[in-house]
């Protein structure tokens, strides 16, 4: 309990600091906000406008929606997570946390957390928007609500993207580590929203019929799952075993 109590006051003060850079601060706003946008944009204003295009739209658009909101999740914790070390040196105040007499498991968790209660804060906050907008335009279009996201969009919602998020955050804080710049670091978010693609395109299977194919779905959003899996397994194993604290003293 004294090891999360330790690790939350990190986390704070790290998503403070992180905070502090523009870019991060709007993109962290701007970001998830076009979650939303972009979910109601293509799923409630066309079958409000046409009620007709409901089976068109549910078919082709729907199973992308989840992936969609899922990237614009990872790009924040990507971006806190990416000035866990450097952005701590280029702000001087790495060398001052790095000989407190915290534990590296309580430095490393809290930053850590400094990016994945945001990032999940966001994810059900964009979710929660997203379906609720739909679903009115969809009300007043006259349709019955419906489940949005659909069942393997849940999936790649509650299981994939907290797993993601997490590798995700164990790839930057690495990277963060090693770089001079934090904007080299923030170079690495592009390759690791790349595997968010698997889900998305799987989406698009059996769209020569108008059907989407839920087994072709679940097929990838269990790929995407194991992908993640391995890419956190083995960060956070390089992560903890190669952590050093006096190596990245001598870089301040």
Avoid at 27 to 38: N, R, Y
Wanted: hydrophobic share 60%.
């Amino acid at each position: 309990m004294m090891v999360l109590t330790k690790s939350m006051i990190v986390a704070r003060a790290d998503l403070r600091m992180a905070l502090k850079v523009k870019f991060v601060k709007y993109g962290i706003l701007a970001l998830p906000a076009l979650g939303p946008i972009m979910g109601i944009a293509m799923i409630g204003v066309p079958i409000f406008l046409d009620p007709s295009s409901f089976d068109l739209i549910m078919g082709y658009l729907l199973p992308t929606l989840s992936a969609m909101l899922a990237v614009f999740t990872i790009i924040p914790a990507a971006m806190i997570s990416a000035n866990s070390f450097v952005g701590e040196r280029e702000q001087n105040t790495l060398e001052p946390i790095l000989c407190t007499p915290l534990t590296d498991t309580e430095l490393l968790l809290g930053k850590t957390l400094s990016a994945f209660l945001p990032s999940m804060a966001i994810l059900a906050g964009v979710t929660v928007i997203t379906s609720l907008g739909s679903n009115v335009l969809i009300v007043l279009a006259g349709r019955a609500p419906v489940l949005i996201p659909d069942l393997p969009g849940l999936f790649l919602i509650c299981v994939v993207s907290p797993v993601m998020i997490l590798a995700t955050v164990s790839v930057m804080i690495i990277v963060s580590g090693r770089v001079s710049r934090v904007y080299e670091a923030y170079q690495m978010v592009g390759g690791i929203v790349l595997i968010m693609f698997i889900p998305m395109f799987g989406s698009f299977a059996g769209i020569g019929t108008g059907v989407p194919d839920l087994n072709a779905q679940w097929f990838a959003n269990f790929v995407t799952l194991l992908i993640a899996l391995a890419l956190m397994g083995v960060t956070w194993v390089l992560a903890w075993t190669r952590f050093n604290r006096d190596r990245l003293v001598s870089l301040v």
